[in-house]
Structure formats: C-alpha cells, structure tokens
C-alpha cells in the first residue's frame, strides 16, 4: 500500500480516537492528551484488543472517520467512530465467488461493508477497504468504478459528503426484479447471490404487505426490522411500479405472503 494511504490507515486507531476525545471533549492540551493516552494503551492495551471472536463469526471491527466529519481537516482532528463489518458471509459469499469468482465477491463485500458503515455512522475511504480486503487501492478504485458503471452508489468517505441522500443497493435490487430482470440477471448486475437478492424482495414484500394494513412507517421499519430510510425507499419503489404496466410483476412478487415479523403487537 501507498506509504500516504498507510499514514492514513495508521491514524485510525482506538489511540488516535482516545486522543481526540480527550482534546475535544476534556480540553487537554496536545502534550496532556498524548501522555494520558500512552499511560492508558499502557495498562488497556487500546490498540491490541483482542477481536478473535469476532473473526470467528466473520465479522471485523474497524475505526472509521464519522459519516458526519467535514472534508478538509487533517484526519487525526476528525470525528471518529467504531464500526462492526461481515467480512465473510459464509454461504452467500460462497455462492457469489463459485458463480461469478473472485472479482465479483470482493465487489460484493465492498457494497455490503461500506452499507454497513454507513449505518453505524461511519465513512470507510478507499484506504480503508484496500487494507480491509488487502488489495491495492487501484483495485478498490476500479471495482467502485465498475459498480458505479452498474448502476451503484459506493458510499466512501470520498462521495459520501456530496452526493446527499443516496438509493441504498437493496433498492436497486428490488428495482431490477420489478423491471423484469431474471434472478440470474440481477446477480450478475449486482455482484450479489440469489439468497441475498430473495432476501431483499422478502423484506420488500413485508414492508408492502404492512403498508397495505394501514401502518405507519415507523411501525413498519420496527416490524420489519430494517431502517426508516431503507423503508421509505421500498414504499416509493412501491409507489412507482403500482401502475398497469408493471401490476403483474408487483402480483407475482407479492402473491407469497412472507411476513415472519420478529416484533409482536404490531
């Protein structure tokens, strides 16, 4: 890697967070800030907590810029939080690389760790996912430009400051199913398996089945246990398809009831 992007890499980390909490939240000065943090990595070991248990499930922790931090300001001055990623899948990530190899699950993993971060509050940068991934970050830099090419916004730190509201993936899937894409279509559009594309329509068809029940939408993000954004995506999504035109395909999706909501008393 780059020995700029590794600078970068190495000013995320639970030390540089400690520091920046202790300037901004206590008013130390640097020098204090600095002796506190070593007397602390000292006796916590900030930077060395062990995360083989999240290894195990798949999953990796990662201290990201805050999706809410201005572009300008040197990243160690910069507002930073701590975000959970699925590094691996297991069986979705399996059936994404035996169908479409290796290329296409890492794009996969781009697209589902920077919704991820972004979720958590978090804005993972180029460098971030090069290191996550351990390619370069020419390669990152191509696989974003060929899922924009597809039709996807990669929500990095880069873009994300700018482009404002943004469509999340899952309704870009959903989209290609009611345009009249087959399964096959939208997994190699997508970069993501059927099990995941089934899963993303099964969450749709809730949300729509909930609508029509009369509830709100935050009745129906609780219910269905996705987020309000994300919800008022699918109702829009809804909103635009149900027209003649497109009545048999909204039919054929939403014939299936499939509401196995965890929440009660809805």
Known sequence: MEAQALKRIESK?????????????????PRTARA??????????LDSIDLSFLRKRGKTARIVISKEANHGPPIDKLPKVEVFLTLNGGIEDDMVRRKQGNKALRQHRILRMTDESEKQGGSLSQEDLADILKV???????????LKER?????TRGIINDIGPSISHK??????????????????ISRHSPFSIKRYLKSFKQVVFLHRKGLSLKEIAY???????LTKEYLGLYNEFNTPEYQDRLIDLLTVRTINSKKKGI
């Open 223 to 229: 219910s269905v246990d996705i987020s309000k954004k």
């Open 136 to 146: 370069s970050p020419r390669t990152i830099r191509r696989d974003i430009k060929d």
């Open 151 to 155: 039709g996807f916004i990669v929500l």
């Open 13 to 29: 980390t639970r030390s540089s967070q400690f520091i920046q909490v202790l300037n901004k939240e206590f008013e130390f000065s």
């Open 36 to 45: 506190v943090m070593e007397e602390a990595r000292e006796i916590y070991k």
């Open 171 to 188: 309704t870009r899937i959903v989209r290609l199913y009611l345009e009249r894409k087959t399964y096959t279509e939208i997994s190699r």
